[in-house]
């Protein structure tokens, strides 16, 4: 048996999130909490108004404008509050008072979240539901119903908690597409021209918690109310440059040091999304070759190459499932906990080599348990 030994751990991290990060990183984080270079002094303690964090903050626009290819009119902001706050940030902004509905896409756990809070501030209508089928897939193009004189369309390109993933971009080019990207953010080129706004908090792949990015296009903004708190006022923080208030230094350093991994290492996004690939289909390979020892929880056109979602027969085998794989080195496996079984998260930082030992480790627990 392929034992991974304890040492290997950060290696063999496959949680949902927070997500593995590089290790190079890693390192040079370490660095950073004592003394950044340069600076002379620790990542905690650099004040968020210096001239070296407005440095920070302008290459990290810049890097994302650029792995994204995105023209001018785009504004990038690095907030707080999550993935959750933009939940409600968006319709405060593009919907209260508004008659006609926004469209929203229900494919999972996460954009059942989205919906409940799009309903407090406006009308919202669900142009496609997964939800009696048990979220296994996801919507054809016809199969989306919508108005096209909508303020927008919302969804969510990954569906982290179920492992399905938009391989195309879904909606109308005349109604604007507003996206969470959380799990997949940088894990792969798109057209993103396309998308009026994005957002992606740090923590599933491309840095801590404590960072959301947002990437929006102006004209989203142009009527958009005056009367909201400063800080829930997507153009008050573009005003600001994101330093309205003091902004989470050291996760934003994170990010901008994963954007330039991502850059330098990898070779951009087309690279990231090969690796992506190469780890996800041999997963998938080694699934569907186990007759049905391991089945996979969603149909296969649809699959997430990020998190890869699945199940034993029963749920006695999936503890002992789980309870190896953690002695023998592999860590965060468990599904989340609305529906339990394993998931397998492959975030931009896992390497190729843990997918290997993690698919030696489950032909071996196979071998023992068939
Ligand atoms: C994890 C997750 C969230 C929740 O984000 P918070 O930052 O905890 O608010 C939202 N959307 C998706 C797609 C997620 O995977």
Redesign the pocket.
Known sequence: MNKVTKHDLNKHNFS??PGVLPETVLEQLKESIVAVPDVGLSILGINHRSDWFAVVVAELEENIQNLLGLPKDYHCLFLQ???????SMVPMTLLKGKTQSAEYLQTGY??N??IAEARREGPVHVSWSGQAAGFTRLPKDEEIEFNPGAPYLHY??????EGLQFHRIPGRDDVPRIC????DFLSAPRAFDKFSMIY??A??NIGP?GV?VVVVKDELLKDAPRDLPAFLDYRAQIDARSILNTPPVFSIYVVLLVTRWLRDSIGGLAAMADLNMKKASALYRAIDASDDFYCGRVVKEDRSTMNVVFNLKTKDLEHQFLASAQEAGFSGLNGHRSIGGIRASLYNGLQLSAVENLIDFMENFKKCHS
Request: no cysteine.
């Open positions: 949902g999130g509050g999550g993935a959750t706050q933009q939940f996460w954009s979240k989205v969510v390109s990954n569906e982290t908690v969470d990207m959380s799990s992606a908090h923590q599933k918690a959301t």
